[in-house]
């Protein structure tokens, strides 16, 4: 997946002209850096992202598409593992989201 992903951010680079340096340096990040991603050795973090999107200015699908896949990997010890260093009072809000969520999926994925 970080191929893909790293050869999406070359393409969109080179679609709008830059070099690796010049992305680099609208997205405060190293030219070395850039170049990792791209050959699909380093993952950028969350914040790394967005500068990454916000220099290329473009919405996050664009390298994202078909790179985020479904959860059926998520599985029940995931979930508990998530939940075990929460106090009762964020586990209880946990699952006040999670129900919340779950109510509203049949009106988010327009199914009735």
Do not use: W
């Not at 850039?34 to 973090?45: D, N, Q």
């Not at 200015?57 to 598409?65: F, G, W």
Request: proline share 4%.
């Amino acid at each position: 997946m970080k191929e893909l992903f790293g050869q999406r951010l070359r393409e969109q680079r080179q679609n709008q002209g830059l070099t690796m340096e010049q992305l680099a340096e609208k997205a405060n990040l190293s030219t070395n850096f850039i170049g990792a991603i791209e050959r699909g050795l380093k993952e950028p973090s969350l914040s790394t992202l967005i500068s990454i999107l916000n220099a290329l200015d473009i919405p996050a699908d664009v390298l994202l598409r078909d790179y985020v896949g479904t959860a059926s990997h998520v599985t029940d010890d995931e979930i508990c593992k998530r939940l075990e260093g929460l106090t009762p009072i964020q586990k209880k809000a946990a699952l006040d989201l999670l129900d919340t969520y779950i109510g509203n999926l049949p009106y988010l994925t327009n199914e009735e």
